[in-house]
């Protein structure tokens, strides 16, 4: 059994704890959150210890994987740092991919992906490192999703779409095929996307508009 510790104790975590569960080749060592109330209760079962700074003394007693608890509400920046500074402490970001999602099996998938369950990825799609597939999200042939990109549960991208760096495609919405998702750029929940979405804006509406460029 590899030993792993949870980044974050929230809501998203719980959904991780249980597919990393399912898989059944995990033993959960506990969670670490920045909020100081959750110190010493448990999530699912799972103690949460203390904080991020705790990191370096489980990497001297032997923890070397760690997952990312922390989902994304349209910012992805915050759930990036959290896997960046995992990787700086020396911990390998583990695989959560839940036995139902559905994955090509000539698809490609970066480090330390989140897939979770009913999640479709298609021939030929391309995921970089730390990508989060959410619930029933339909990734189509010959996507390529670049890193830390959140697909929103429910989201469908067809065919030949790229998301390019830390994008955030929300809950129910849909890009058409060959469509082009700028950097950190974030698609509002059931938007229909059917033109090519700037670096840095939030766009929303059927079909999408850019309503604004992302705060900084």
């Not at 670490?32 to 370096?56: A, I, M, N, Q």
């Not at 979770?116 to 339909?138: H, K, P, Q, Y």
């Not at 979405?197 to 705060?215: E, I």
Request: aromatic residues 2%; neutral net charge.
């Amino acid at each position: 059994m590899t030993r792993v510790i949870g980044l974050g104790a929230g809501g998203h975590a719980k959904v991780v704890i249980e597919i990393l569960q399912l898989i059944g080749s995990y033993e959960l060592a506990g969670l670490l959150d920045p909020k100081r109330e959750l110190w010493g209760t448990e999530v699912l079962g799972v103690p949460v210890l203390g904080d991020d700074s705790l990191l370096p003394h489980l990497y001297e007693r032997g923890l070397r994987h760690a997952f990312i608890g922390l989902g994304s509400a349209g910012d992805t920046r915050p759930r990036r740092r959290l896997y960046e500074e995992t990787h700086r402490q020396g911990f390998q970001v583990v695989s959560a991919i839940h036995p139902q999602a559905i994955i090509s099996p000539s698809a490609q998938v970066g480090p330390g992906p989140t897939i979770m369950a009913g999640a479709i990825i298609n021939a030929a799609a391309r995921l970089g490192e730390n990508v989060l597939v959410n619930t029933g999200a339909i990734v189509e042939h010959d996507c390529v999703i670049g890193a830390h990109v959140h697909i929103a549960t429910g989201a469908r991208l067809a065919s030949t779409v790229h998301v390019d760096e830390g994008a955030h495609i929300g809950a129910g919405a849909v890009v058409r095929q060959g469509i082009h998702i700028g950097r950190h750029s974030i698609v509002g929940a059931g938007a229909v996307v059917v033109a090519d979405v700037p670096d840095g804006v939030v766009v929303a509406g059927v079909p999408a508009r850019v309503l604004r460029q992302v705060n900084e």
